[in-house]
């Protein structure tokens, strides 16, 4: 398998992904998002496994051609909500000269199987709508809509 944890070594490329992600985001939500390059400092507390954050990639030689990054969180101290353990996926590209090779369903196999040995009731992961090609993805990997976030710009 291609897939191991990420270290402080990956992050160059990582960054690279991110930016690549982040300008995805932004074509997507031009109004709201912006190309970007990720914090330094967050992206040295996933490789350390810091505040329940996991980071994992996808390497064909050597070359990181895709990552996810995921938290272990609990449910919200709301009465209404069953006390459950969640692994949000925060976060998963994958270079699109990769694209349709298996990677993403590889990348998402290996976070719930990191969700089970953590004890996490479900995974969960947001997607923006328009982004039609990631949804199918996660709906072929068995993700189900749970909420819709809905946006009203203040003209």
């Known amino acids: 398998m291609n897939i191991r944890k990420?270290?402080?070594?990956?992050l160059p490329?990582?960054?690279?992904?991110?930016?690549?992600?982040?300008?995805?985001?932004?074509?997507?939500?031009?109004?709201?998002?912006?190309?970007?390059?990720q914090d330094e400092a967050f992206l040295h507390k996933v490789v350390a496994a810091e505040d329940n954050l996991?980071?994992?990639?996808?390497a064909i030689d050597g070359q990181v051609t895709g990552?996810?990054?995921?938290?272990l969180e609990e449910s919200p101290p709301y009465h209404c909500f069953?006390?459950?353990?969640?692994?949000?996926?925060?976060?998963?590209?994958?270079?699109?000269?990769?694209?349709?090779?298996g990677i993403g369903k590889a990348l998402i196999e290996r976070v719930k199987q990191?969700?089970?040995?953590?004890?996490a009731d479900y995974l969960e992961l947001s997607?923006?709508?328009?982004?039609?090609?990631?949804?199918a993805l996660y709906l072929r990997e068995g993700f189900e809509t749970f909420t819709k976030s809905m946006r009203m710009k203040i003209e």
């Open 6 to 10: 990420a270290t402080s070594a990956d």
């Open 13 to 37: 490329q990582i960054k690279a992904l991110y930016s690549l992600l982040f300008e995805q985001l932004a074509n997507y939500e031009p109004d709201y998002l912006q190309p970007a390059l």
């Open 54 to 58: 996991v980071a994992f990639i996808y």
């Open 67 to 71: 990552f996810e990054i995921a938290k």
């Open 82 to 101: 069953i006390p459950l353990t969640c692994m949000y996926l925060m976060d998963i590209v994958v270079d699109e000269s990769s694209r349709g090779k």
């Open 114 to 119: 990191w969700s089970k040995e953590q004890g």
């Open 127 to 135: 997607v923006l709508a328009k982004n039609t090609l990631a949804e």
